[in-house]
């Protein structure tokens, strides 16, 4: 195995870290830096918030419609159903009155043999 390269390899991989972290935290020391930064992540925040809000929003109109639409489907259905009911008494009415007639009738037929 050659050991060679691989000292040489973590040098510089040692010093390219040194000279990232150096320079980060050069950066990150200095006020304005860290002003502007916390006013970006202030304004992540807020665009966050607003969006949520908006989100909120639609999910209420979409709500609000889908419910609109459950009432109107539930009143067809009550007529429709309503419309049947009446159908079906008029029906059994009229059945009714058909069978006393009918048997109004063989009573006077019956009478008269």
Do not use: P
Not at 43 to 70: E, H, I, K
Not at 86 to 111: H, I, M, P
């Amino acid at each position: 195995m050659d050991r060679g390269n691989g000292g040489a390899g973590f040098v510089s991989g040692f010093l390219i870290g040194a000279l990232v972290g150096g320079t980060a935290a050069i950066l990150l020391s200095q006020e304005e830096l860290r002003d502007r930064v916390a006013g970006k992540a202030r304004d992540a925040g807020s665009f966050a918030m607003g969006a949520t809000g908006d989100l909120r929003g639609r999910v209420s109109d979409v709500t609000s419609q889908w419910q609109s639409n459950v009432s109107e489907l539930y009143e067809r259905g009550r007529r429709v159903v309503e419309s049947a009911r009446a159908n079906v008494d008029a029906a059994v009415s009229e059945g009714k009155n058909t069978a006393d007639q009918a048997r109004d009738d063989l009573q006077r037929q019956a009478e008269e043999t």
